[in-house]
């Protein structure tokens, strides 16, 4: 990890800081549109416009990369985001905030598509699991500082939006000063969904259906806290524990997907997520809120690795790059379908309605996996869980995709030069 350190800083820089701030402007968002008498749905709507710039970030970013290099395209998308928080901090109206983040859904994406690719491309095979374990770190622990400094006093309402903006200026300058020169790029290929459902069903189909709860109670925590009478403080204070939860549980989360079929782990996590969202509806005291988000989200998140691991053992290594890039398009699919309607239940059914939502969406997924078990038996030969970073910040991507085609290339080349030495 040392060596990760020492040989990408300025890039693992640069990527917590940007962390750091989006994790902070996304929380920062919900709370202040509330207290400025926007509605559950201009909300919804306003924080929708995220995942809706990055469909098209995620897919225009690469060629862009592809034609003026890693520098210039960074520098241009932080440049962007910076100036998308400084106009939030000038004006207050639904519009101007929905057309800026829609702006930085666009550019964050592309940001950490520009990282991944760039880490992929200057890391050694040796230190490649170094590398993803370091990035893992700066994807869980910088939103939960971002979403953490919500709490920090602003009597003028102007200093954290001020952050973020700085934040976002300042992760250029370690690229522009390290001296690192950047790597060669081609823009990946791309799969169908069509022909990744023919693939995995289960992974099309999970994606969807969990990105878009995922992203359903992470917008409405904070607005659902508020309903019940939390602070700002102790309203960001509780999605950052459900942020802590989901981290720590991903890795033993990831073993036990690793050691039996996946299809079991996926159907325990739905059936929790299922448990605690009805425990929420049938009693609402927001003493309950704090444990039961924390549940959800340790139960929800991890899902999307083991899909897209699931995903990936019915792949060939040349299939896993592009299969990622669709994978991303289904999670921000899913997340603009529960992002819009998840926020707007917050007070239906007598404040049950996001509650049931959540236990409706995790029992969807449960079935399609009960539905895939029956049909089809495991694969015999597995790869590995890797972690991803909370969701609406850096998503699974390129490299994760890229360690595990790079590690089963390298399995392949180990075995066959054994098999020439045999002979």
Known sequence: MRRALIDNWALFLGMLMLMVANGLLVT???????????????????????PAGALL?????????ENVGHIRVFSALASLVSIAAIIHLLTGDPYSWSGMRFLAGFCFPGLYVITESWLNAKSENRIRAQVLSVYFVIQTLGPAIGTAMVGFPDPTGNLLFGIVSILISLSIVPLLLSGIRAPDYSAPERMTVTRLYQISPMAVLGTVLMSASVAAWFISL????LHQGFSEVQASG??????????????PIGWASDNTDR???????CVLSALAATWMAVDTSPSRIVIGFAVISATTLPVYSIL????NDQLS?????PASGTMVFLLQVGQIGGILIGPNLIQTADGRGLQIMLVGLSIGVALIAVARRVRREAPEDTGEVLPAGILGFAQPGMLQAEVLASDEDYGNDQAAERENSNN
Do not use: K
């Not at 509780?238 to 890795?251: G, K, N, T």
């Open 28 to 50: 920062l968002l919900s709370i202040r549109g509330s207290g400025l008498g926007f509605s559950g749905l201009t909300i919804s709507i306003m924080q929708a416009c995220y």
């Open 57 to 65: 970030g995620t897919m225009a970013v690469p060629r862009l990369v």
């Open 222 to 225: 904070p607005l659902y806290a």
């Open 238 to 251: 509780a999605l950052v524990v459900a942020m802590i939860a989901a981290a720590v549980v991903q890795y």
């Open 263 to 269: 299809r079991y782990v996926v159907i325990a996590l």
């Open 308 to 311: 897209a691991a699931h995903a």
């Open 317 to 321: 290594p040349a299939q896993i790059v």
